[in-house]
């Protein structure tokens, strides 16, 4: 099942902060992040796992909630570079193997100067 | 270290026709997994290859289907085209495990006539 993502669109200036949320009704084993600029392919941000480890790059923060399959990514004094549409990715436990990512619908990101 | 290519880049078709696609992964990654992406879908998992062997499998009929050299080089086949096979196509490569980043490739647009 997709996971969930909010909200849909955020407009921000540049300076401004955004979270952007992700979740899932099945239990998670691990929540990848995405950037996607129109017309390029999805670049990796972020990879959370159940347990707490964090694996990224880049400026940008997440936390991931395993009791409740959530996960939030945190983007501060953002960039113009950030505009783009953010895509989270899960696995779960029966997903038939780890590498099997459900995405949700993406969140659109438009940061003005 | 070179990044997940695909060709081709571009590919216009006719209904009824096939078509196959190639992705080379990350030098060392050893799984690679397709997605298609459509504005009305969004991203979706079609399949995943380790080891030239299929080990996950989305939802997508038949007509789809893939392989694995063992060089880790993947392709994928779409016999008898439908115009709603148009889409953006995906590969991502992987060392193993879905603890670890996927790597999009830049993505191969069909368009199907």
């Known amino acids: 099942q997709q996971p969930v993502q909010s909200p849909q669109a955020v407009i921000l200036r540049e300076g401004e902060d955004a979270v952007i949320n992700c979740s899932s009704s099945?239990?998670?084993?691990?929540v990848h992040w995405y950037r996607q600029k129109h017309g390029e392919a999805p670049v990796f941000l972020m990879i959370l796992l159940k347990g707490g480890e964090q694996k990224g790059h880049d400026k940008i923060s997440a936390s991931f909630n395993e009791k409740k399959q959530q996960s939030s990514l945190y983007l501060t004094a953002s960039q113009l570079s950030y505009s783009g549409t953010y895509f989270c990715?899960?696995?779960?436990?029966?997903?038939?193997?780890?590498?099997?990512?459900?995405f949700g619908a993406g969140t659109r990101l438009a940061v003005h100067p | 270290k070179a990044g997940v290519t695909q060709t081709p880049r571009y590919l216009i078709k006719t209904r009824g026709q096939q078509v196959t696609l190639s992705c080379s992964p990350i030098s060392g990654h050893r799984s690679v997994s397709w997605y298609q992406q459509t504005p009305g879908q969004g991203l979706q998992f079609l399949f995943e290859y380790f080891s030239e062997t299929q080990r996950n499998k989305g939802n997508f009929p038949g007509r789809f289907s893939g392989r694995q050299f063992s060089n880790s080089r993947s392709e994928m086949n779409v016999s008898t085209l439908e115009l709603g096979d148009s889409a953006l196509y995906l590969c991502?490569?992987?060392?193993?495990?879905?603890?670890?980043?996927?790597?999009f490739g830049p993505g191969t647009r069909l368009t199907v006539l």
């Open positions: 990715g899960t696995t779960t436990y029966f997903s038939g193997g780890y590498n099997k990512l459900i």
């Open positions: 991502a490569s992987t060392t193993s495990g879905g603890e670890n980043e996927q790597f």
């Open positions: 099945k239990a998670l084993y691990s």
